[in-house]
């Protein structure tokens, strides 16, 4: 079974510019949650999605948003850039079997904001 | 508010004793706590997890101890391998949600 693929691994914007980051699931979850980690923070959950549904969100600003395609493949977009949204952003999916909040992380996307 | 806490960002140890990681968490909503590994330029590996119903949990060499009248759990890892050399995260949840908390790590560094 493929795992959760993440695109692009690596990206350089400026201040001000757009993102687009891409996920697709491990087949058959139908489960996607965003994190994003920085040395300062650590992991800082971002938000969740289910059946296309935004489920839960953590404390971010509203220049980070996401959704989820019928086939579970989400994408997250964070807008008007700032250089401390220089992060890893990883995806992880989840089959929400047993309740145990296991999660299966993908590689994530490194983002330089310069 | 920091609702769970790694207080040691390193540890260092030698293969084939023991490793001990710690964590303390101040939520008492939890009713989950899991523990991943990650290596560089990869992402989090779950490891094992707990419910808070349990005082222990074993998997092999992995084995979490949770203390709930302390609010802390602890990792512990026999025999330590240079292979387990990694970043150790501790994560709490509640109500099975996908919605971790997790704490900033601690890069465990097993010396052969």
């Known amino acids: 079974k493929a795992g959760v693929t993440q695109t692009p691994r690596y990206l350089i914007k400026t201040r001000g510019q757009q993102v687009t980051l891409s996920c697709s699931p491990i087949s058959g979850h139908r489960s996607v949650s965003w994190y994003q980690q920085t040395p300062g923070q650590g992991l800082q959950f971002l938000f969740e999605y289910f059946s296309e549904t935004q489920r839960n969100k953590g404390n971010f600003p509203g220049r980070f948003s996401g959704r989820q395609f019928s086939n579970s493949r989400s994408e997250m977009n964070v807008s008007t850039l700032e250089l401390g949204d220089s992060a890893l952003y990883l995806c992880?999916?989840?089959?929400?079997?047993?309740?145990?909040?296991?999660?299966?992380f993908g590689e994530g996307s490194r983002l330089t904001v310069l | 508010d920091q609702q769970v806490k790694q207080n040691s960002p390193s540890l260092s140890v030698q293969e084939g004793r023991i490793s001990i990681l710690n964590c303390d968490y101040t939520n008492s909503m939890f009713d989950y706590f899991l523990w991943y590994k990650k290596y560089p330029a990869e992402g989090p590996t779950f490891l094992i997890s707990?419910?808070?119903?349990?005082d222990k949990n074993e998997d092999g060499r992995f084995t979490v101890f949770l203390n709930k009248s302390a609010k802390h759990l602890s990792l512990h890892i026999v025999p330590s391998q240079p292979g387990d050399s990694a970043v150790y995260f501790c994560a709490g949840t509640q109500g099975g949600s996908e919605k971790l908390v997790f704490g900033k790590g601690t890069k465990l560094t097993v010396n052969p």
């Open positions: 707990i419910s808070s119903i349990k």
């Open positions: 992880a999916s989840s089959d929400r079997g047993p309740l145990t909040g296991e999660l299966f």
